[in-house]
């Protein structure tokens, strides 16, 4: 399949590194790579390289007036992101729910990207796709996360622009939908949200509340899924955190953001995306309960000033930020536990964040009488 910036396939069994040199060369060949680095990845089985480019000297083509591509060919960027999108098109959950058919026409970086770009969310630009080889060369919104931005000052500003990104995606992307998007046909509802509760009550909750019976929590754990599941849906990121949005700054002075890991969108609660915005990991460090409401209300307001429909009441929509949140920080404490088990350290640091989480949500919720005992809420 041909999309814009598709590169000819490179022949099965190609490293990695031999595509990016040659891709490189294909799409700006006025320019060298300086340097090659492979990049931390997360959780999933991408693997991203940042390849350092520096212009060679050249003359514009002449004759006629040059296209977009030829310009950006002529004067290459300094650098660009390159990604082995690795194995498998669809998340677990989605292969394992069966909830939607393979193989896909496209993958779901491409397909998002293109919707995204086209309402003005803040995605990197393709240069090159290449589908056989399961590679593509994107631009690169640099090195500095949102989170650890925030961290030197300015949490509430910096987070209230994250809003903003957020409710292009959720107002201008929902509006924007069809079904040639493969988010339309991914719902966060009440089968996903439990199904992502399985491996708390197989692994967190001994981690978290050793006295627990996790089978005696199956109920309210039925009952927080049937209550998401209910809640108006828009389109979503699903992982919009602090680490998967990037600081840039604009000639002015001012900061602007960039959106990464947006493969996984589908159609769920707005709420979902703020509760991982503004509570996932170590969040607690730099969003004080007065941030977190101010961003709220700044983001449910916004929607109001934007047109939105009122598809909840201010106090309903704080009260499913909060059921978010729980089953949130219920979720990520059964898959730290299991990301450690398996050989990829790191995320036991952040499960007594989640289990603050959990126990700061259920004091607010003042229901789930069993989840509350477990956690000593």
Same mark, same amino acid.
């Given at each position: 399949m041909d999309s814009p910036g598709a590169a000819p396939g490179e =022949? =099965?069994?190609?490293?990695?590194?031999?595509?990016i040199r040659v891709t490189v060369a294909r799409r700006f060949p006025h320019a060298r790579i300086d340097g090659l680095a492979a990049l931390k990845g997360d959780a999933s089985t991408r693997r991203f390289w940042r390849v350092t480019l520096a212009a060679t000297p050249s003359a514009m083509p002449s004759g006629g007036n040059p296209s977009d591509e030829a310009r950006s060919?002529?004067? =290459?960027?300094?650098?660009?992101?390159?990604?082995?999108?690795?194995?498998?098109?669809?998340?677990?959950?989605?292969?394992?729910?069966?909830?939607?058919a393979e193989p896909l026409a496209e993958p779901p970086w491409l397909n998002l990207q293109r919707l995204l770009a086209a309402i003005g969310a803040p995605v990197p630009a393709l240069y #090159?796709?290449?589908?056989?080889?399961?590679?593509?060369?994107v631009e690169d919104v640099g090195d500095l996360p949102l989170f650890e931005a925030a961290t030197r000052g300015h949490a509430g500003d910096l987070y209230r622009l994250a809003a903003d990104a957020l409710l292009t995606l959720h107002l201008d992307g929902t509006r924007r939908l069809d079904d040639r998007c493969i988010a339309s046909r991914v719902a966060y509802d009440e089968r996903l949200f439990r199904w992502e509760l399985e491996q708390f009550v197989e692994f967190g909750a001994r981690a978290a509340a050793p006295a627990a019976d996790p089978a005696a929590l199956a109920p309210e754990l039925d009952r927080l899924a049937a209550h998401l599941g209910r809640l108006p849906r828009v389109l979503a990121h699903r992982d919009y955190h602090g680490h998967n949005l990037f600081v840039q #700054?604009?000639?002015?002075?001012?900061?602007?953001?960039?959106?990464?890991?947006?493969?996984d969108a589908l159609m769920a609660p707005a709420?979902?995306?703020?509760?991982?915005?503004?509570?996932t990991r170590d969040a607690a460090r730099i969003i004080t309960p007065v941030i977190e409401r101010r961003v709220l209300d700044y983001y449910f307001a916004a929607r109001i000033r934007r047109g939105a429909p009122a598809a909840l009441a201010h106090d309903e929509f704080i009260a499913s930020y909060r059921l978010c949140v729980l089953q949130h920080a219920l979720k990520v404490i059964g898959r730290f536990v299991v990301l450690e088990r398996s050989g990829k350290p790191g995320y036991a640091i952040y499960i007594p964040y989640a289990i603050a989480q959990a126990r700061r949500a259920l004091a607010e919720l003042g229901d789930y009488p069993k989840l509350h005992a477990a956690f000593g809420a």
């Amino acid at each position: 399949m041909d999309s814009p910036g598709a590169a000819p396939g490179e =022949p =099965p069994g190609t490293s990695p590194e031999t595509w990016i040199r040659v891709t490189v060369a294909r799409r700006f060949p006025h320019a060298r790579i300086d340097g090659l680095a492979a990049l931390k990845g997360d959780a999933s089985t991408r693997r991203f390289w940042r390849v350092t480019l520096a212009a060679t000297p050249s003359a514009m083509p002449s004759g006629g007036n040059p296209s977009d591509e030829a310009r950006s060919a002529d004067h =290459p960027p300094r650098s660009a992101i390159a990604i082995d999108l690795g194995p498998d098109d669809l998340p677990l959950y989605a292969r394992t729910l069966k909830l939607i058919a393979e193989p896909l026409a496209e993958p779901p970086w491409l397909n998002l990207q293109r919707l995204l770009a086209a309402i003005g969310a803040p995605v990197p630009a393709l240069y #090159t796709a290449d589908v056989r080889a399961r590679m593509l060369l994107v631009e690169d919104v640099g090195d500095l996360p949102l989170f650890e931005a925030a961290t030197r000052g300015h949490a509430g500003d910096l987070y209230r622009l994250a809003a903003d990104a957020l409710l292009t995606l959720h107002l201008d992307g929902t509006r924007r939908l069809d079904d040639r998007c493969i988010a339309s046909r991914v719902a966060y509802d009440e089968r996903l949200f439990r199904w992502e509760l399985e491996q708390f009550v197989e692994f967190g909750a001994r981690a978290a509340a050793p006295a627990a019976d996790p089978a005696a929590l199956a109920p309210e754990l039925d009952r927080l899924a049937a209550h998401l599941g209910r809640l108006p849906r828009v389109l979503a990121h699903r992982d919009y955190h602090g680490h998967n949005l990037f600081v840039q #700054t604009a000639p002015d002075g001012a900061p602007h953001l960039r959106m990464i890991d947006f493969q996984d969108a589908l159609m769920a609660p707005a709420a979902q995306d703020l509760a991982v915005l503004l509570t996932t990991r170590d969040a607690a460090r730099i969003i004080t309960p007065v941030i977190e409401r101010r961003v709220l209300d700044y983001y449910f307001a916004a929607r109001i000033r934007r047109g939105a429909p009122a598809a909840l009441a201010h106090d309903e929509f704080i009260a499913s930020y909060r059921l978010c949140v729980l089953q949130h920080a219920l979720k990520v404490i059964g898959r730290f536990v299991v990301l450690e088990r398996s050989g990829k350290p790191g995320y036991a640091i952040y499960i007594p964040y989640a289990i603050a989480q959990a126990r700061r949500a259920l004091a607010e919720l003042g229901d789930y009488p069993k989840l509350h005992a477990a956690f000593g809420a």
